[in-house]
């Protein structure tokens, strides 16, 4: 065979070269394509990291931005000032049992229907599982695991075991902080403001009867709900 053939010529009989080869791995249009992704997402990918590794807390256009990645979080809980290190979609509730070991609030239907994660905050019950920890930043949280201890019950404690207002327990941590927000709020509550007080906690042993007794009794009217 003749150079000319050799060169021009790579199918038999001297006719035209067929297609190129296709290469099994990556062509060069799908390497071009993805390096054109990657230096657009590579910005984003390094202002990303700069954040996780230097200060947690930043502004972009006048809005406090947190994370992605774990940030410091200073809660005033119990009186107490404790910090703990979370991501920005961690709950309070999380934070409260899983960093601080304070499991009084317990996570029945995680949902924010039940109420048995009820803590308050700066005074108010709230569901501690539809609360981010961020947002009890620099606010009073309390918890059942303030009130009192097994020699020396909270009133309100001591009324729930006189009134039978408990049987598996999972909700009394709840009811005891929706009933101290009450009594601290009206220390002599009507029937029906104990009523509306406990509506947002649901007892699926169902001893409401014992727990509007306690509740009543222990404010200083001491009247039968």
Request: glycine share 14%.
């Amino acid at each position: 065979m003749d150079e000319g053939k050799r060169k021009d010529g790579g199918g038999r009989g001297g006719g035209p070269a067929g297609p190129e080869p296709v290469s099994p791995g990556l062509s060069r249009r799908s390497f071009l394509r993805g390096a054109a992704v990657a230096g657009l997402a590579a910005p984003e990918l390094a202002r990303a990291a700069e954040a996780a590794a230097g200060d947690p807390v930043r502004r972009e256009h006048g809005v406090e931005v947190l994370g992605p990645g774990p940030v410091p979080v200073r809660l005033d809980v119990n009186g107490r000032v404790r910090e703990v290190r979370v991501e920005p979609r961690v709950t309070l509730l999380d934070a409260l049992r899983d960093r601080l070991g304070l499991t009084g609030a317990k996570r029945v239907c995680d949902r924010g229907t039940c109420g048995a994660c009820t803590v308050l905050l700066e005074g108010r019950p709230v569901y501690a599982c539809s609360l981010l920890a961020v947002q009890a930043r620099g606010r009073r949280i309390e918890t059942v695991e303030s009130l009192g201890t097994p020699e020396r019950l909270h009133p309100l404690q001591a009324a729930f075991v006189a009134n039978d207002a408990q049987q598996c327990g999972f909700c009394t941590p709840g009811f005891v902080m929706a009933a101290k927000a009450l009594v601290d709020r009206v220390p002599d509550p009507s029937v029906e403001q104990v009523h509306e007080a406990l509506s947002g906690n649901f007892c699926r042993c169902g001893t409401y009867a014992g727990l509007r007794r306690a509740v009543a009794g222990a404010g200083q009217g001491g009247r039968d709900a």
